[in-house]
C-alpha cells in the first residue's frame, strides 16, 4: 500500500478531511491576518507485534492572528516597570475639569431629532407644535 492509500484510509478518511479542513483555516487567516500559518502532520509509528504497527497520526494548526500592538514600558535598576521615565520629575500642572453642559443633547423626535448645543431641560418644550397661523 502506498502513501497516498494509506493516508486515504487512516481513521475512516476522517484525516484527509480534517487536513484539508485546517488547510483551508490557515489560508484564510494568512489572507485576513498576513503573516504565516504553519500546518504540521505528525505520524507516530509504533510496534506492537513483530508483524504489526500501529500508526497515530496528529494534525496541528498555527494561524497568524491580529498583531497585539506592543507597550512601551520603562525599566529601572531593580526591574521595576513605570509607564513615565523614573528619573522624569513632576510638573505641578493644575487639573482640569471638563464642563460637560458644552455636550449636545438630543431634541425630542416630535421636533425631528438631532442635537442641540448648550440646551438644558429648560429648553426643551416638550408640547406639541402650536398649529395656530403665526401673523
Not at 71 to 81: P, Q, R
Amino acid at each position: 500500500m502506498n502513501l497516498a492509500q494509506t493516508l486515504t484510509e487512516l481513521n475512516k478518511g476522517a484525516l484527509v478531511a480534517e487536513l484539508g479542513d485546517k488547510l483551508s483555516e490557515a489560508v484564510a487567516a494568512v489572507k485576513e491576518h498576513g503573516g504565516k500559518a504553519r500546518l504540521r502532520f505528525d505520524l507516530k509509528i509504533a510496534k506492537i507485534s513483530d508483524d504489526a504497527v500501529e500508526l497515530s497520526p496528529e494534525v496541528t494548526l498555527t494561524k497568524p492572528t491580529k498583531p497585539k500592538r506592543p507597550s512601551v514600558y520603562y525599566a529601572n535598576e531593580k526591574g521595576e516597570l513605570s509607564r513615565d521615565p523614573f528619573e522624569q520629575q513632576e510638573l505641578p500642572l493644575p487639573s482640569v475639569v471638563a464642563d460637560h453642559s458644552l455636550i449636545s443633547k438630543p431634541v425630542p423626535k416630535l421636533f425631528g431629532g438631532g442635537h442641540v448645543l448648550q440646551a438644558g431641560p429648560e429648553d426643551i418644550d416638550d408640547r406639541a407644535p402650536s398649529t395656530k397661523a403665526t401673523k
